[in-house]
């Protein structure tokens, strides 16, 4: 019955292309997977999280520490101002029929790759929805398809986003950076006491003073202390409540997944103020921090090193704290560099 060897030699070799092609996604994916899961894991998630006043939306000036970009906030309870362009300002559309995801967009989504996956494999649009092992190869299709396009969508809506809301920010936040700041190296700074920071002329509204310094440096390793000691009473007299509430929700989170993540042998290589200002009772100053460090995720149970690992490693974020008169600072806001 030559019908049936065909079919069956057909099939085959459809089955082997099918699992050639899976076989290539996954290995491309699994890299992306690690790096995503493993900064996840540490302090502020990943992301870019908390308040900068008014300057929220404002892309922070550009440092010797940080000369890229900065990642707009995924997280945070100030809203848009009224000078946002409408695009940046709008939240992206969830549920059935989000733009940026939803279950109606991932499953078309998940259709459209399939038949494009069945004409690249010589059976039409529609050619792989026969039998059950078709179906079974639909459904891996789908999942591959709505796993590559999330990511990209997440990836492309976050750069554009970014880019729409800083350039459309609101021009009357306040002047601009401190300017002629020199940036130093561990040990160095004034008189060697405050480690990576450099000084020069400050012409800002807000002066920021050595004793400042000394704090940012001193809360940058309080935090991460707190943070890998799940010490959320800690965590409430280092940071403003919106940043407590985004810790909470990571480390509830590395609960669930049975994890507990460990920073230590945090210390500032190099830092630069990127700007300082006044609203109100409210002092803001955001500096932009390189620092040392050694990030690992251990399984609660086992104490195995799930991520990251014991070789120590640098990292460069934004942080932005806050006071008000008569108090002491506090971390406001988290950002990641690009």
Sequence with gaps: MPGIWETHMTFSQRSRTLFKTLAVMLALALPTALVISSADARVGGGMSSGSRGSRTYSAPPSTTTAPGSTSQFNRTYTQPGAGMNSAAAAP??????????????????????????????GGGLFGGLGGLSSI?????????????VRLAMSWWQRRHTQQAAYANADAGAGPG???????????????????????????????????????FERLLGDVQTAWSNEDVAKLHTLATPEMVSYFEQDLGQNRARNVVN?????????GDLAEAWREG??????????????????????????????????????????????????????????
């Design 92 to 121: 992206a559309r969830g549920g059935l029929f989000g733009r940026a995801g939803g279950f109606m967009g991932g499953l078309a989504a998940g259709f459209l790759g399939a038949g494009l996956l069945g004409m690249l494999f």
């Design 136 to 148: 079974l190869g639909l459904i891996i299709q789908i999942v591959l398809v709505v796993l590559v």
């Design 177 to 215: 950076p401190q300017t002629n700041y020199r940036s130093g190296l561990g040990g160095g700074g004034l008189g060697g006491g405050l480690g990576g920071f450099g000084f020069g002329a400050n012409n800002a509204p807000l002066e920021i003073k050595p004793d400042d310094y000394e704090a």
């Design 262 to 270: 460990k920073v230590t042998n945090v210390k500032l290589l190099q």
């Design 281 to 338: 009772e409210t002092e803001y100053a955001t500096v932009a921090l390189r620092f040392a460090l050694t990030d690992k995720t251990l399984d609660r149970n086992s104490g195995a090193v799930v991520a990251g690992s014991e070789q120590p490693g640098e990292a460069t974020e934004i942080w932005t704290f806050a006071r008000r008169s008569g108090s002491g600072w506090e971390l406001s806001a988290i950002q990641q560099t690009n």
